[in-house]
């Protein structure tokens, strides 16, 4: 089939997708100084991982301490984004605007990357949207406000399905490029194993097209993932925690988690919380009739298998975020919009048939402008760098690193450790004797307490126990926001050795 899109003259077409993509860029420009959040906490792990790579040091020597006893982050971050920022790291260190800069392309990316997807099925209106649609999506959840792999293991993935669905005749070239893609879409995030039954899936369901040229290759890898899985177990980020609570999936919190990604698909184009409710009630309707189509017309296609086995994965993950999504945000917008050219086919007098993918375009672009104003206005959320208190508490931590070996509890640990360059864990989850026992069996000297805001239930824990037992936690430092103490695993051994428990002050 000939794309429509070169029904249109080739210039107009790309200032078409050009002009979508300017709603997007807007934001980030009037948004670029938004620090990320106070809760965000990967960039840092991603960037102390690139840091060691251009310093030379081990991998794993990132000055992260993992527990089992909470989730604030895996032991290690697979290598493919730190292997991409390292570069960045080494010339222009770890504060650099540079990151906003490749995160805000790499949005931008993964929306022509979706555009083209759809234009070479012949779905022009499809595409332009898309690259409209998609990097603000991502952008309503601060997609380029810190050094996140996401952005960049979308485009991973939606180039393997692009080449997967390639007309080009299948040969052994193909199998391997699909396998080294879905290697490269793993090293970034580890949900891209979900390509590897996908490609398989769309394989099996293709063979007659691709047949043992192309699977082969696909078997290669999924075994290869096997083994890899059996003897490196540990490492790969929480794949334990995945095998044990398999048989304890909670399908209403899964449900709250990634009710949003519709909503986020769907943009918030109002400044009321009723207006966007109201809007995202009427279009679920063109969504379900979109998305019934996709099933009845696309089951064997390789985004079907796609769907499936990441939204499995998305099922069995012990982490769960509106962002692990990313990679399925295309399709709201998409569903929406298909779903609205064919009610508008069937119901629409017939004078106004010819005019409906303009209208859908018209429609879409006021969304979208209206969701860019909105985001525009949008208040920087609360963050650590900046903050007073927190800059306070990072300049003690750093003051005191150089006199006492110190590993720190925090509730944002990776953070911490990219700004002091001093090991600390987040804060065990558990009672009392089982904290203090990961304490001590981590090494860790110092426990930071929220003073104020203490919203997570490990932190009120923390809290209660060191008010418990003051002998074990001394005061060490405090201001209006955080009460630092000193960790003594045994207090009566340190009493009859005379040691002093209590640093002053800074």
């Not at 208190?389 to 006199?403: I, P, Q, Y």
């Not at 203090?436 to 997570?456: C, S």
Request: aromatic letters at 10%; charged letters at 15%; a positive charge.
């Amino acid at each position: 089939m000939t794309s429509p899109a070169w029904a249109l003259p080739p210039r107009l077409f790309r200032w078409l997708v050009f002009a979508a993509l300017l709603p997007f860029a807007a934001v980030v420009l009037m948004r670029w100084t938004d620090p990320p959040s106070a809760t965000d906490g990967d960039y840092a792990h991603y960037l102390l991982h690139a840091k060691t790579l251009a310093e030379g040091r081990a991998y794993t020597d990132i000055g992260y301490i993992y527990t089992d006893m909470n989730l604030v982050g895996p032991r290690v971050q697979p290598p493919g984004w730190p292997l991409v920022l390292a570069p960045f790291v080494a010339v222009f260190g770890t504060h650099s605007p540079v990151f906003k800069l490749l995160e805000s392309l790499l949005v931008a990316a993964f929306g022509v990357m979706t555009c083209w997807y759809f234009v070479r099925r012949g779905d022009t209106t499809t595409g332009i949207i898309a690259a409209a649609v998609v990097p603000l999506a991502l952008e309503t959840q601060y997609a380029t406000s810190s050094a996140i792999s996401d952005p960049l293991f979308c485009i991973l993935v939606w180039s393997t399905l692009m080449l997967a669905d390639a007309d080009h005749p299948s040969d052994w070239r193909r199998g391997v490029t699909l396998a080294l893609m879905t290697v490269a879409a793993l090293s970034v995030r580890v949900a891209g194993v979900a390509l590897i039954p996908a490609l398989l899936l769309y394989a099996i369901l293709r063979r007659r097209d691709h047949g043992v040229k192309v699977l082969a290759p696909l078997v290669v890898l999924a075994a290869g993932a096997v083994v890899f899985a059996f003897f490196a177990f540990d490492q790969i980020p929480f794949l334990g925690r995945t095998v044990r609570q398999l048989s304890s999936l909670r399908l209403s919190e899964l449900v709250r988690t990634y009710r949003l990604a519709l909503t986020t698909g769907a943009l918030y184009p109002f400044g009321s919380n009723i207006a966007n409710d109201v809007y995202h009630v009427l279009v679920a309707i063109p969504l379900v009739v979109g998305g019934g189509l996709f099933l009845r017309r696309q089951f064997k296609s390789v985004l079907a298998c796609f769907v499936l086995a990441y939204a499995t994965v998305l099922l069995v993950s012990p982490v769960r975020e509106p962002r692990y999504a990313w990679p399925l945000i295309p399709l709201v917008m998409v569903f929406i919009t298909q779903g609205l050219s064919w009610m508008g086919a069937r119901f629409l007098p017939a004078n106004l048939k010819p005019a409906i993918p303009r209208l859908i375009l018209v429609m879409v672009a006021a969304v979208t402008i209206g969701a860019a104003v909105q985001l525009a206005r949008k208040p920087a959320r609360p963050s650590l760098l900046g903050d007073p208190d927190t800059m306070a508490l990072f300049d003690w931590v750093r003051v005191n690193s150089d006199t006492a070996k110190m590993r720190v509890v925090f509730t944002n640990p990776r953070v911490l450790t990219l700004e002091t360059d001093v090991p600390a864990m987040g804060i065990p989850f558990g009672d009392a004797n089982e904290v203090i026992a990961e304490l001590d069996r981590k090494g860790i000297t110092h426990v930071v307490v929220p003073r104020l805001f203490a919203v997570l239930r490990s932190e009120r824990n923390l809290s209660a126990y060191v008010a418990e037992r003051p002998s074990q936690f001394p005061k060490a430092f405090a201001n209006a926001t955080y009460d630092v103490r000193r960790f003594v695993a045994r207090p009566e051994v340190a009493r009859d050795s005379g040691s002093s428990l209590l640093l002053r002050p800074q």
